[in-house]
Nanobody
Framework: QVQLVESGGGLVQAGGSLRLSCAASGFAFRLYFIGWTRQAPGKERELVAGISASGGSTSYADSVKGRFTISRNNAENTVYLQMNSLKDDGTAVYYC?????????WGQGTQVTVSS
């Protein structure tokens, strides 16, 4: 059974930090691109960061560049999103997904709330 389980969300003050985790099982995690997306209330889902299967290549949305860091541990089937200097616009449900055409798997999301 394929599973992606996010954790680490919560309430944080503006300027603070959180680290999200995405634990995967049921598929060959090491072969998949992993992305983090977020969806704020009333807004479209936004791709925040992505990391290649090997971990050698990462990409970020301009809105989080320099503040967020994505990493992965293929031995533990886990991807992390370190979020620093969080802003009000960071309030959203954060989802991880695994992609290797033709398959894409999604997690259920974890809520992050940034208070000002």
């Amino acid at each position: 059974q394929v599973q992606l389980v996010e954790s680490g969300g919560g309430l944080v003050q503006a300027g603070g930090s959180l680290r999200l985790s995405c634990a995967a099982s049921g598929f060959a995690f090491r072969l998949y691109f992993i992305g983090w997306t977020r969806q704020a209330p009333g807004k479209e889902r936004e791709l925040v960061a992505g990391i290649s299967a090997s971990g050698g290549s990462t990409s970020y949305a301009d809105s989080v560049k320099g503040r967020f860091t994505i990493s992965r541990n293929n031995a533990e089937n886990t991807v992390y999103l370190q979020m620093n200097s969080l802003k009000d616009d960071g309030t959203a449900v954060y989802y991880c997904y695994a992609d290797r055409p033709p398959a894409t798997y999604w997690g259920q999301g974890t809520q992050v709330t940034v208070s000002s």
